[in-house]
Nanobody, 120 residues
Framework: QVQLVESGGGLVQPGGSLRLSCAASGSIFYIYAMDWHRQAPGKQRELVASITSGGSINYSDSVKGRFTISRDNAKNTVYLQMNSPKPEDTAVYYC??????????????WGQGTQVTVSS
């Protein structure tokens, strides 16, 4: 009853830019934090950036200064602006929402992932 749908992935050249979006929909009462995670082939999934409902933001050291996370609470949507991406940023990017449903339960929900490939 809750869905997270990512969009905006694709092929981008090193030094270019790309913007990912993730929209949450369904029986949502309140969204606490929204995160972006990524998983490269053969590696564990890692946290890239997170933003709370109040706007507190954290970045992994590997993307700090290059990526920007933002959120539109009215649209239940989180964005990841990727500037100056590097080949090592190539991964499947997933969004996650820590939310409470209309029924009252609080859980993490994940999107299906979107592939980002950084290559010339």
């Amino acid at each position: 009853q809750v869905q997270l749908v990512e969009s905006g992935g694709g092929l981008v050249q090193p030094g270019g830019s790309l913007r990912l979006s993730c929209a949450a929909s369904g029986s949502i009462f309140y969204i606490y934090a929204m995160d972006w995670h990524r998983q490269a082939p053969g590696k564990q999934r890692e946290l890239v950036a997170s933003i709370t409902s109040g706007g507190s933001i954290n970045y992994s050291d590997s993307v700090k200064g290059r990526f920007t996370i933002s959120r539109d609470n009215a649209k239940n949507t989180v964005y990841l602006q990727m500037n100056s991406p590097k080949p090592e940023d190539t991964a499947v990017y997933y969004c996650k929402a820590d939310l409470r449903t209309v029924a009252g339960t609080r859980s993490d929900y994940w999107g299906q992932g979107t592939q980002v490939t950084v290559s010339s």
